[in-house]
């Protein structure tokens, strides 16, 4: 969630309660649920829960990509400006992790799942929530398949006291909501992607240790995906999945 200066709140991550992973040397940037995640398929691969393993990791990973759409309807029509800084978001992310960036920003008439929405107000965030983002991730296993599958929203508000947000605060905004999908948690550092926004001046790309963050969450994913493969029985197609589905939930608490 983006916050101004001085109201600035923790997004909260909410997943099934697991203990957080200690023996791998993540940045305190990395959100919580993000290690939850780790330990979850780590306790998934000792119990031979294979197939599971491999959804919590690649849905961590997002190895399918993730599409997101601007909502049209929602844009701004005296200008571009808006969709200029979702646009600019996006490419900024991709070249800072090297292009190893694994969300897609597509036309809205395209299948999606995520939409990003301007809006006047963000009633979940609080009187003064700059952004907002709720993603649900939905896990289906078997012992022989898996899949996962997202759905959710974006939120930016258009203006906020102060004024309208600049086209540098709105990229601001975006960017931020698109470091929790990522893996990034809020801290309380000014100048920080993932700080509080002080209005007039907005960050305009992650910091160096916030891309490093990311980077090294996605390389310890990868060596994780690498172990459970390693130990997965041969995959079939037949087999109906099980009824467990676990919802993962990017939302604000105030």
């Known amino acids: 969630m983006r916050m101004p200066q001085r109201v600035w709140l923790a997004i909260a991550l909410f997943l099934l309660a697991t203990p957080a992973l200690p023996s791998d040397d993540l940045s305190d940037r990395v959100a919580d649920q993000f290690r ?50 979702v646009r600019q978001a996006f490419s900024t992310w991709s070249e800072s992790l090297d292009g190893d960036f694994p ?49 959710g929203s974006i939120q930016v508000v258009r203006a906020a006291p102060g004024g309208r947000l600049s086209p540098a605060e709105t990229l601001d905004v975006v960017m931020h909501e698109l470091g929790h999908l990522l893996g990034l948690a809020d801290v309380a550092r000014i100048g920080d992607l993932m700080g509080p926004l ?36 041969p995959s079939g197609t037949s087999g109906e999945y099980t009824e467990r589905i676990m919802h993962l939930a990017l939302a604000a608490q105030n």
């Open 198 to 233: 002080v209005r007039g001046k907005p960050v305009l790309r992650p910091t160096e240790p916030e891309v490093n963050a990311v980077k090294d969450l996605r390389k310890t994913i990868r060596r994780r995906i690498k172990l459970v493969q390693a130990n997965l029985p």
């Open 36 to 85: 939850q995640t780790l330990a979850k398929a780590d306790r998934a691969l000792a119990d031979g829960d294979h197939h599971l393993a491999m959804a919590l990791l690649e849905g961590a990973l997002y190895t399918t990509g993730v599409r997101v759409a601007i909502d049209a309807h929602s844009l701004d029509p005296r200008g571009t400006d808006q969709e200029e800084a």
């Open 103 to 151: 969300i897609q920003l597509v036309g809205d008439s395209e299948n999606y799942d995520v939409v990003i929405r301007f809006v006047d107000s963000i009633p979940d965030a609080g009187a003064h929530g700059l952004g907002l983002i709720k993603v649900t991730k939905n896990y289906r296993w078997s012992s022989q398949k898996h899949e996962v599958k997202y759905s």
